[in-house]
């Protein structure tokens, strides 16, 4: 086979997609069908170089159900969830609404507030932790100026505070992300509707409720679930500003998973939550392929 | 007396030039607020140590100073953390640009319900997170006596940013009319000369924005280098940053200077950038 015809022949597309795909398979695909096997496995640190270790059925997962712990991280798993994608979410779609208006240095501005989405997510932590310093920190000292606070408030030290504390810092992560979407959602509203919609009266409120939310459905629902799994990753932030504590109050799955894991080398038990996370993601993932195939047939 | 909302009338009448302006005013103090974590960072860096842990803090550093920047240079040695950053950051870049090159124009070129369903496949393996990852891929790079290798946190880095690659340069791809190649190779051009001379430098601008995106996310990435390496030599910067902050004593001065060290070249590529990656941002998330 000449040259030529080779590079024209359909191997040529098996390779050039093969080549990715195998790369995944093997780094994405066998780490998580392993992730399954040692789920149901004893796995410490004396076995881990082997191949052979205990199996232990469903043990790992019922200790898991049995944990005093499984409840307070699945509550605050969901407080968290719940907190980062709706604010997010509005903050996100107010910055973007105001954005989309007419100004001088309108997308320069925008451009601006999507900083704070590239910064890596240590440094955030890092800013965040030391603006909610309980002594020297630049929130409690606001908010005593403003006399909406007396005392100190020690957000990342108090158990009733640290989960607020770390989603805050979340929200100010996620919110730029929120307000790109939604404006590129926005943008690709076409404005004769809503001179039509004017001309017969519908106010600026009305517009918004009957035009713009419905064209704007199948963005919102791809963001949301975008957003629903990358508070997954809010590991990092957590893991820097408080550690998953005091007492494990801002502790949530992906951290319980890693410090089973690394701190408390129970592979199992880590591999166990990890797994019932990726059934998880994966469920949130595919309402999020729907919602972007819906919008843009392939 | 007169018609109600009349006089509201009036200012707004009188106001209508003024609106786009007062508008930007009012852009540019939300720019302000949502910013000032970072100002704050920076000049709390510049602070020495009375000013920084002042009980009444100084909104901007009285008697500013580059101790600290100077000590962790010197003494803390935040240059090879940084060196470590640019080697793992820019191989995963290269990895990454190597692999979904391929993968993209593949799958941009060819429609058949088999790459549709590996498109949904990448998408869905976007999403993972590496918290949840690092379990199963410390225990087999552990086996494969990978562990506390950059190699092994370049490879586990590339999984993340991988699919994100493919996808977004699958769309640049897409836009490029097939007839553009076509017309090349009626020509008698072989299809890979073709690609070279046309399709890509065509895709220069997705290449752009998907490569200093791929490069953002590398050089931020924890978990992987964290968890995958326990040589404080090999380490990337922000497990030097977390070093700094993470436990409960942090070391606040050094901290800060080196945060703003680490952040410094994330700002410059993003102000370069920032039109093309906002434009590319919004195409390659939701198509």
Same mark, same amino acid.
């Given at each position: 086979m000449s040259r030529d015809r080779f590079l024209d022949s359909p191997t040529i597309w098996v390779l050039l997609i093969g080549a990715a795909a195998l790369f995944l398979l093997l780094l994405v695909g066998y780490p998580i069908a392993y992730n399954l096997v040692m789920s149901v496995q004893e796995v410490t640190l004396g076995n881990l170089p082997s191949f052979s270790r205990p199996w232990v059925g469903l043990q790992n997962y019922r200790q898991l159900l049995a944990d005093p712990l499984f409840l307070l991280v699945a509550k605050n798993t969901l407080i968290f969830t719940v907190a980062n994608v709706a604010v997010q979410f509005v903050l996100g779609l107010g910055l973007a609404l105001y954005f989309q208006l007419s100004f001088p240095a309108s997308s320069f501005l925008r451009g601006l507030v999507l900083v704070g989405w590239m910064l890596p997510p240590l440094v955030i932590g890092a800013v965040w932790k030391w603006l909610l310093g309980s002594d020297s920190g630049f929130v409690n000292y606001a908010l005593q100026g403003l006399g909406l606070i007396s005392g100190k408030i020690y957000w990342l030290a108090d158990p009733l505070l640290s989960l607020v504390a770390v989603t805050i810092a979340n929200i100010w992560f996620g919110v730029p992300f929120n307000m790109i979407l939604l404006a590129a959602g926005l943008a690709g509203i076409p404005t004769d509707i809503y001179e039509a919609a004017a001309l017969d009266g519908a106010g600026p409120v009305r517009r918004f409720i009957w035009i713009t939310l419905p064209l704007l459905r199948p963005t919102i629902y791809a963001l949301l679930s975008l957003t629903t799994v990358y508070t997954m990753r809010a590991f990092d932030l957590i893991y820097t500003m408080t550690h998953g504590g005091p007492l494990d109050s801002s502790n949530i799955f992906p951290v319980w998973s890693y410090r089973m894991s690394f701190?408390?080398?129970?592979f199992g038990g880590g591999a166990a939550i990890a797994t019932a996370m990726f059934a998880l993601v994966l469920v949130v993932a595919l309402a999020y392929v729907r919602s972007v195939n819906a919008e843009r047939p392939m | 007396m007169s018609r109600p909302g009349s006089a509201g009338d009036g200012v707004r009448r009188a106001l209508a030039p003024l609106r786009p302006w007062l508008l930007t005013a009012g852009g540019v103090v939300i720019a302000a607020v949502y910013l000032f974590p970072v100002y704050w960072m920076v000049i709390s860096s510049l602070k020495a140590n009375p000013e920084l842990f002042a009980?009444? &803090? !100084? *909104?901007?550093?009285?008697? &500013? !100073? *580059?101790a600290a920047f100077r000590w962790i240079f010197a003494r803390e040695n935040v240059g090879l953390y940084l060196q470590n950053s640019a080697i793992i950051s820019f191989s995963v870049t290269a990895l990454t640009l190597v692999l979904a090159t391929g993968a993209a124009y593949a799958l941009a070129r060819i429609r058949t319900f088999w790459t549709a369903a590996m498109v949904v496949a990448i998408m869905a393996v976007q999403v993972l997170p590496p918290p949840l990852l690092v379990t199963p891929m410390f225990v087999i790079f552990r086996q494969i006596g990978?562990?506390?290798?950059?190699f092994a946190v370049i490879l586990a880095t590339t999984t993340k940013v991988l699919p994100f690659a493919i996808i977004m340069l699958r769309t640049s791809f897409a836009q490029i009319p097939v007839e553009l190649e076509e017309a090349a190779r009626v020509d008698g051009c072989p299809r890979f000369v073709a690609f070279f001379h046309i399709t890509l430098p065509l895709a220069r601008t997705g290449y752009i924005v998907v490569s200093s995106l791929v490069f953002l996310l590398a050089y931020g990435e924890f978990v992987y280098p964290l968890s995958l390496m326990n040589h404080k030599d090999l380490q990337p910067g922000p497990v030097g940053l977390y070093s700094f902050i993470g436990a409960d004593f942090a070391d606040w001065p050094d901290a800060l200077a080196f945060a703003t060290v680490f952040v410094a070249p994330v700002i410059v590529l993003y102000m370069f950038l920032q039109r093309r990656i906002v434009s590319g941002l919004t195409a390659g998330a939701l198509k």
């Open positions: 701190e408390l080398f129970d | 009980a009444t &803090p !100084t *909104l901007y550093p009285h008697a &500013p !100073t *580059l990978l562990v506390n290798t950059q």
